[in-house]
């Protein structure tokens, strides 16, 4: 099996652009990734992504050029850019190519995420309850979290306010607005305790990236950036996800523990080797949640590494160095991508304004979502 390494990346500024579909979004992330690795879509060999409601990825071969190359497309919910990477980098560990591209992207309607129950194998009843609103599934979780673990709830507000922070020194975040803790947590509840500035909004992006053989990848660029593994895992039984329509007596844990356990494991390191993290915070109760399913902290213990600075830009494990989907908005296609895309910049040293100083040389990127799937990368210079 051979290593895989990302030598270009590109992406198409998250939020809203009315008159620019999805699919062009995508299109115009891949031709930046391309111009980063000094390539052109005839020298791909193969094209893995996809999007929730922006349409088939592999319907932009009629932008990008008609080739003829195998173009995979990929569905997974939250997980969809995690899934694209992970096929991306067997189809090369195999030996069956060595360069493709990775593409995500997507363009939601306005408003909350309002999906049918039907899809997601469940009847009418469950979302007459209300439950098909994500917002409500993630309050009733941190909630119960914050109980277990003595968790003060002005967590939520300091976590999102880092994200808005951080925000307003990414030029392809949405949100670039800086807000203090006390407008997110004056702002209008939504579901308790989570308020407004809380909670991330659909939108509408692309993120694309060039990935090759790793001993090939001096050929495209001076930083090379190598993933060290990826994993996707889906729920156990046991466990209480996104669309639970119950709950077992006996609780097994998140799918986000099995991936980030594995995802490590496969890497050869640990999680106390991490340098940054990318988390999924489609909440500001999933990051905190997520810091400790991935093995970056133990449970209980969020509140003070928040308190001391230890996630920011400057502390010793930052998180969502872009703004996270709080601050970018959630294209779900390319949401997973975007994560990888700011890895890459930190471990390069080229993130501009939002650079952490501490010289980055490991990763980790983590996604969830419905119906209770994860997927777990850790990159490395």
Same mark, same amino acid.
């Given at each position: 099996?051979?290593? =895989?390494?990302?030598?270009?990346?590109?992406?198409?500024?998250?939020?809203?652009?009315?008159?620019?579909?999805?699919?062009?979004?995508?299109?115009?992330?891949?031709?930046?990734?391309?111009?980063?690795?000094?390539?052109?879509?005839?020298?791909?060999?193969?094209?893995?992504?996809?999007?929730?409601?922006?349409? %088939?990825?592999?319907?932009? =071969?009629?932008?990008?050029?008609?080739?003829?190359?195998?173009?995979?497309?990929?569905?997974?919910?939250?997980?969809?850019?995690?899934?694209?990477?992970?096929?991306?980098?067997?189809?090369?560990?195999?030996?069956?190519?060595?360069?493709?591209? =990775?593409?995500?992207?997507?363009?939601?309607?306005?408003?909350?995420?309002?999906?049918?129950?039907?899809?997601?194998?469940?009847?009418?009843?469950?979302?007459?309850?209300?439950?098909?609103?994500?917002?409500?599934?993630?309050?009733?979780?941190?909630?119960?979290?914050?109980?277990?673990?003595?968790?003060?709830?002005?967590?939520?507000?300091?976590?999102?306010?880092?994200?808005?922070?951080?925000?307003?020194?990414?030029?392809?975040?949405?949100?670039?607005?800086?807000?203090?803790?006390?407008?997110?947590?004056?702002?209008?509840?939504?579901?308790?305790?989570?308020?407004?500035?809380?909670?991330?909004?659909?939108?509408?992006?692309?993120?694309?990236?060039?990935?090759?053989?790793?001993?090939?990848?001096?050929?495209?660029?001076?930083?090379?950036?190598?993933?060290?593994?990826?994993? =996707?895992?889906?729920?156990?039984?046991?466990?209480?996800?996104?669309?639970?329509?119950?709950?077992?007596?006996?609780?097994?844990?998140?799918?986000?523990?099995?991936?980030?356990?594995?995802?490590?494991?496969?890497?050869?390191?640990?999680?106390?080797?991490?340098?940054?993290?990318?988390?999924?915070?489609?909440?500001?109760?999933?990051?905190?949640?997520?810091?400790?399913?991935?093995?970056?902290?133990?449970?209980?213990?969020?509140?003070?590494?928040?308190?001391?600075?230890?996630?920011?830009?400057?502390?010793?494990?930052?998180? %969502?160095?872009?703004?996270?989907?709080?601050?970018?908005?959630?294209?779900?296609?390319?949401?997973?991508?975007?994560?990888?895309?700011?890895?890459?910049?930190?471990?390069?040293?080229?993130?501009?304004?939002?650079?952490?100083?501490?010289?980055?040389?490991?990763?980790?990127?983590?996604?969830?979502?419905?119906?209770?799937?994860?997927?777990?990368?850790?990159?490395?210079?």
């Amino acid at each position: 099996m051979t290593g =895989v390494a990302i030598v270009g990346i590109g992406i198409s500024p998250f939020g809203r652009h009315e008159g620019m579909s999805g699919l062009s979004q995508g299109a115009a992330a891949v031709r930046r990734a391309l111009a980063d690795a000094g390539l052109t879509w005839n020298d791909v060999q193969f094209a893995t992504g996809g999007s929730q409601d922006a349409g %088939n990825a592999d319907t932009m =071969v009629n932008v990008l050029g008609l080739t003829g190359l195998p173009f995979f497309n990929v569905e997974n919910a939250c997980a969809t850019g995690g899934s694209s990477l992970s096929i991306a980098c067997s189809l090369i560990a195999s030996g069956t190519y060595d360069v493709g591209v =990775v593409v995500g992207f997507d363009k939601h309607k306005r408003g909350a995420f309002d999906p049918n129950p039907a899809d997601w194998g469940l009847g009418d009843w469950y979302g007459e309850t209300g439950l098909m609103l994500t917002t409500q599934f993630f309050a009733m979780k941190i909630q119960r979290y914050l109980h277990d673990h003595a968790i003060s709830p002005s967590i939520l507000s300091k976590v999102a306010a880092k994200a808005y922070r951080n925000g307003v020194l990414n030029p392809n975040a949405w949100r670039r607005t800086p807000l203090t803790e006390a407008e997110i947590e004056g702002s209008t509840m939504i579901s308790d305790p989570l308020t407004q500035y809380m909670f991330c909004s659909p939108g509408e992006g692309g993120v694309a990236l060039v990935v090759c053989r790793a001993e090939l990848a001096s050929r495209y660029t001076s930083k090379p950036v190598y993933v060290r593994s990826t994993v =996707v895992r889906s729920r156990r039984f046991g466990s209480f996800e996104v669309f639970s329509s119950w709950l077992a007596p006996e609780r097994a844990p998140s799918p986000s523990v099995e991936a980030a356990k594995t995802a490590f494991e496969a890497a050869g390191i640990g999680p106390e080797d991490v340098d940054i993290a990318q988390l999924q915070d489609t909440e500001s109760g999933a990051e905190v949640m997520h810091m400790a399913e991935t093995g970056l902290c133990a449970d209980g213990e969020q509140e003070a590494l928040v308190a001391s600075g230890a996630t920011e830009l400057g502390g010793t494990l930052p998180i %969502n160095t872009d703004g996270g989907c709080i601050a970018n908005g959630e294209p779900v296609g390319a949401s997973g991508l975007r994560q990888i895309h700011e890895s890459v910049l930190q471990l390069r040293g080229d993130a501009g304004d939002r650079q952490v100083p501490s010289k980055p040389r490991v990763a980790l990127t983590h996604v969830y979502g419905a119906p209770g799937v994860s997927a777990c990368t850790v990159l490395s210079t």
